[in-house]
């Protein structure tokens, strides 16, 4: 349908998005491997030169890498799984008949709106607070002790704050997979006489094995990245320093350009382990 | 699972939903609560649900201790600035790509949507190094820019999901009647495209206002958005929480009523249309 001057227009459209998000790319890319290269600190900036890939030996073999890298994937395990079995719980809940069921989806949804510090702030305060918090309430009023999170469970509690925001991003996900199972499956089911089990793994889920996979690597993706949560709570520490936080301390504490920009190469090599299938199964929906 | 179910069954489940949505909800509901509170009816215990001294007090001493209204107005021009700059930039392109698609169109789409996957901590020495040299720490200009860049894969994608769903006919039509690519846009395009326009940036502001990589580490004090604003109360002196609920409150309020009117274009706008 497109006639060459239409074409030659589209190309001129489209290319500065193009041409904006390639520099994007490729410059602070190209910077990040040139730094990662050097011996590169900020307080030192004479001693400047270059150390081929020191920078990765050093990093890679950091006690404090592989920690990090352990707690990177501790956090995005966790919250995962978390989150689709709480989101299948919920969205199958939210699929019912129930009453006021917009109401119910208004209140499920909202923390996924909370910014990252608020939601963080609120849970270490308000609600862990080993004396004055909510939790400890509970646990004191049931005749339990009090849990000391942020002293003796760190990466639990930042686990629990990074879960509950991102918890209703895979319930609505999850809804809209099961909304899409129309009604007569649904009611030849019923016809049928199949048990409710049977019909939740034979029909149920193969439906929405697809969103399901989309949730796991949309999530995985951000939660390789998760920062905020743990700069506002922790602050570090052993329990809680992932990879983007140990790279935001190498430079802003340590000013070491060169061993930060080796981790943020090992960063994007990571995210992009998992972007490859991400972008093929979206790529898939694509033809039709 | 709605097989149908009897009125017994109904109400059962509906007890059990809503149970599971206010637990869910309760963190906020919590904040909102303590709000209201005295710093010495927040820090009670038992604590106090509903009945305490209910006080505004809070809200005008966010103003006084944090500036809230800076911090509102650098949240507000980012999210709104990075957004007019992004749909300007990807009005043009997702409608070239998809109403003069060529054999590329699937393959650039698919990378820009890679440029999403970037890890922010894996370029920030660059970045940071850059904005060092050039200026642009805690300046609205520079944050401004990468919330634009950031986000400008997701508006090009949503965008063009919206623009494929416009029949084809009626551009055609105008084409044959002499409206020229101008007017092509201007007349027959956009009215039809508002709709899916208004929800895109919808969820853009979100994704902006929100953002807290780049706004913790890029600015300080000229540039800081609310995220800033919050992430000081990490160490305070003193009882905060009531004040610190107030101001978390000021900070979520704005995004939380857009994003209970755009939770249907959520699913479309973070899964790339891959969950329909």
Known sequence: MATRQTAAAARTLVAPSVILLFLWMIVPLAMTIYFSLLNYNLLEPDAVRFIGIQN?????????????????????????????????????????????????????????????????????????????????????????????????????????IVAWQWLPFASLILLTA??????????????????????????????IARAITVVVLIETIFLLNVFAEIRVTTNGGPSTTNIPFRIFELAVNANDVGASAAGGIVAVVLANIVAVFLVRMIGKNLEG | MALKQSTSQRVTMSVIAWLVALLIFFPILWMFLTSFKTEADAYAIPPKFLFFHWTTDNYAEVQSRVDYVRHAINSIVLSVGANVAGLLLAIPAAWSMAFAPTKRTKDLLMWMLSTKMMPGAGVFMAIYFLYLRGHLLDSLWGVGFLLMIINLPIIVWMLYTYFKEIPVDILEAARMDGASLRNEIIYVLTPMAVPGIASTMLLSVILSWNEAFWTLNLTNVNAAPLTNMIASFSSPEGDFWALLSAASVLAIAPILIIGWFSQRQLVRGLTFGAVK
């Not at chain 1, 939740?200 to 889920?205: N, P, R, T």
């Open chain 1, 56 to 160: 990765y030996l050093d990093f890679l073999s950091d006690p404090d890498f592989i920690g990090a890298l352990i707690n990177t994937l501790i956090l995005v395990a966790a919250v995962l799984a978390i989150t689709v079995i709480g989101g299948i719980f919920v969205a199958l809940l939210m699929d019912q008949q129930i009453y006021g069921r917009n109401v119910v989806r208004v209140l499920v949804i909202a923390p996924f709106f909370v910014m990252p510090t608020v939601s963080a702030l609120i849970w270490k305060n308000m609600l862990m607070n080993p004396v004055q918090g909510l939790f400890a309430w509970i646990a004191r009023s049931l005749g339990l002790p009090a849990i000391d999170w942020f002293t003796n469970y760190p990466m639990l509690a930042v686990i629990i």
């Open chain 1, 178 to 207: 099961l909304q899409s199972l129309d009604e007569e499956q649904k009611e030849a089911a019923t016809l049928d006489g199949a048990k409710a089990v049977s019909y939740f793994f034979y029909i149920v889920v193969p439906h």
